[in-house]
C-alpha cells in the first residue's frame, strides 16, 4: 500500500516528560506551492522543541509535511500553521519553526515561528 501525504500528526508519549530536553528536526524536501505564480516553492523546514507530555512521531510528521507539496501558500502562513498544527497535537513546553525557504525572485526568505517559553537550560 503506497504511501499517502496526510494531516494528521500521531504522537506518542514523552518518555521522560520530568525532564526538559530538545528534540530537533530537519526536513529538507518540503515543498508548497506560490499562490501568486502557482510555481514550487522549495525550503528547509527546522524544527526544535521541548516536549511536555507527548512527542510527535517521525512518519506522520514527514507525511503530514509532505501534505503541502500542491497547496498554495505564502511562506509566512505555512511556517505559522505548521506550529499551530504541532502545538496543537503535543502542547510543547516550546517550539521553533523555521521555514529557510529557496531563492525565489532573488529573495531568499526565512521565516521563523515560536510558541512557549524556552525552558531555562535547554
Known amino acids: 500500500m ?4 496526510a494531516r494528521d500528526l500521531q504522537t506518542f508519549p514523552n518518555p521522560k516528560p520530568d525532564r526538559p530536553y530538545e528534540i530537533a528536526m530537519e526536513c529538507p524536501e518540503f515543498t508548497c506551492v ?3 505564480t502557482g510555481q514550487p516553492d522549495f525550503a528547509t523546514i527546522r524544527l526544535r522543541y521541548v516536549p511536555a507530555e507527548r512527542c510527535v512521531e517521525l512518519k506522520s510528521l514527514k507525511l503530514y ?3 503541502f507539496r500542491d497547496e498554495g501558500t505564502f511562506h509566512e502562513a505555512v511556517t505559522n500553521r505548521i506550529c499551530d498544527d504541532i502545538v496543537q497535537a503535543i502542547a510543547p513546553r516550546w517550539i521553533e519553526v523555521v521555514g529557510d525557504f529557496a531563492v525565489r525572485g532573488g529573495i531568499h526568505t526565512v521565516v521563523t515561528a515560536r510558541h512557549g517559553e524556552r525552558p531555562a537550560g535547554v
Open 65 to 67: 509535511l509532505w501534505s
Open 34 to 36: 506560490c499562490p501568486v
Open 2 to 5: 503506497p504511501t499517502k501525504p
